[in-house]
């Protein structure tokens, strides 16, 4: 039976013996997350729209809202306590775009047959999801800091060490590459490309407006203030608020006493954990069994 | 010993679709299966399952030697897929994709390189090589396509309908490159719709329709299978008609058949051209004006039509009983055989036994 692989030899290239498995899946999800960034850098459109529209948001939410919007404590018609407030808020709700992102990208690599060429090779069977992932962690960081020069210009100030302000961005970061893996899931769940973008889309308004993001949540019916403070996303901003110094001073962190507001750094990173963790084995579930 | 490709008794269903239902298949080392069959028939959900991407409902399959089931990624190593969509990413260059499956093979950097140089030069793309694959035609996206499927000279491949919308040129064009390739030992199965593209590139066809193989053998036994070559005459005169039936009945191998409306006469014959020089000699001889006159052999298209036009249409029996009146007792017994094999599920028993009998049921 060896003869079978042996004798059809024409050239001399056989692959080579496979490697452990971690150095292979490592290796195999760079060779994707390249060929991710260079798509990336072809297509520059998709990042650049994906800047406008956070800008866009910082935009609106500074000059149309933010003179009507009173954070509790701060001083009453005072532009400055919003602008800083909202950044955070901003910053969490792009990076989870990518969630979008990375659905339609995978959706896409389903629908050209692409996804079938890579399950047919002897490669890490998750690698092309984290490679994916991973590409849209770099596209991730580069809005963020295109954002945040945005929200200087506009008057964003930290107030805190250079460390915890980079921690804070890393959080950030950290909850976008969660994130993404739900992206993940639904490119490999739905059937084209565009309904792997509405599907990643539309949930993410409801989880990012029932939030802390966008206003306090004391202007909201107690049972909304529940959902909003437990919600995962909630504790990312709640995080990065705290770690860029954007908080004000004698205001209460949480409304109902939940526990990720209390501690919001700790609850950001367990939550984000928590969410790759469940949704990566899910898509990689799915991967292996997914049919175009 | 089973060949590159083996088949038993695969099964797959999607809801109530038997896409599937009992493939049996054994292609030799080295030579190449053409799989024909309509759209929807189970050609691409075979080919599917055999590279490890899909997982039958039941049946076995073992390719290069290497049982798909429990060594998917083993198997994954001795195999080249090349797809019905040309799966090469369209904003990476013809050298870059290759690079990437060359890696993803497991080949260090340097050799993904260098292979991906060689590739693109033994398939024409070199003057491409560092432009987009979007800016590709149809033809040198295919091209592309088989080129990844080749990065490790993998010892089966499998192509899955792999001109589908080509022009002819291109069509031709990778032919050559398939035909070049199966001389240097590759065994391939290869799906397609045409006809024209099995009977030259394959060694064996086997027809699929409804997830089932309904027929097997080369492309000369199954056009005999429909009946072998006849000579066609159409008379000039109605009062010829009798004259010329006669002088048929001389060279006919079988009972021929007369179309008084269209003044047609046509007989089953062997011989050849040569039979047809005489069969015209007679005739003139014997004062019959003759419009029109010719050997007809079956193409692969009537093979086709035969075959699956009545599986389509009418119960499974009409359908075999209608090629078999033809050809022979051995083409009713090939598909109540395979049932058979399909559920006692006796390995060692080769396809190839179907093929004999149909041979010595026509000779």
Known sequence: ?292 | MPGAIYAEGLVKTFGDVRALDGVDLDVPEGTVLGMLGPNGAGKTTAVRVLTTLLQPDRGKAVVAGIDVLAHPDKVRRSIGLSGQFAAVDEYLTGRENLIMVGQLYQMSGRDAKRRAAELLERFHLGDAADRTAKTYSGGMRRRLDLAAALVVSPPVMFMDEPTTGLDPRNRQGLWDVIQELVAGGTTLLLTTQYLEEADRLAHDICVVDHGKVIARGTSDQLKARTGGERVEVVVHAPEHLTVADEVLRGFGKGEGTVEPHTRKLTIPVTGGAKLLAEVIRELDLRGVEIDDIGLRRPTLDDVFISLTGHAAETADGNGSGAGAADAGPGDAGSVGKQKKRGKAGAAADAPDADVTSDKEGVK
């Open chain 1, 1 to 292: 039976m060896t003869t079978v692989t042996e004798a059809a030899d024409t050239a001399p290239i056989r692959p080579p013996r496979p490697r452990g498995g971690f150095s292979r899946s490592v290796r195999d999800s760079l060779v994707v997350a390249k060929r991710n960034l260079i798509r990336m850098l072809r297509i520059p459109e998709v990042v650049i729209f994906g800047l406008i529209q956070p800008i866009m948001f910082v935009v609106l939410f500074t000059y149309v809202f933010g003179g009507s919007i009173n954070i509790p404590g701060a001083p009453v018609g005072d532009p400055q306590a919003y602008r800083e407030f909202l950044m955070a808020g901003i910053f969490a709700q792009t990076v989870t775009f990518a969630t979008a992102g990375a659905g339609a990208g995978i959706a896409d690599d389903m629908h050209k047959g692409l996804i079938d060429r890579f399950r047919s090779l002897p490669m890490s069977r998750g690698a092309v999801l984290t490679g994916r992932t991973l590409a849209d962690l770099v596209q991730t960081a580069l809005t963020l800091v295109v954002l945040a020069v945005v929200a200087l210009l506009i008057g964003w100030r930290t107030h805190e060490s250079l460390a915890e302000v980079l921690a804070g961005f890393a959080l950030l970061l950290l909850l976008g590459y969660a994130f993404s893996w739900i992206g993940a899931l639904i490119g490999l769940s739905v059937r084209t490309p565009e309904a792997a973008t509405s599907g990643g889309l539309i949930w993410l308004f409801p989880l990012t407006f029932i939030s802390n993001a966008f206003v306090p949540v004391n202007g909201m019916p107690a049972f909304l203030q529940h959902v909003a403070e437990w919600n995962p996303f909630s504790a990312t901003v709640a995080a990065a608020r705290e770690l860029f110094g954007n908080t004000i001073a004698g205001v209460p962190k949480s409304v109902t006493g939940a526990w990720p507001m209390e501690h919001p750094v700790v609850a950001s990173v367990i939550w984000s954990l928590v969410i790759i963790a469940v949704f990566r084995t899910l898509a990689v579930r799915k991967y292996r069994s997914a049919a175009a």
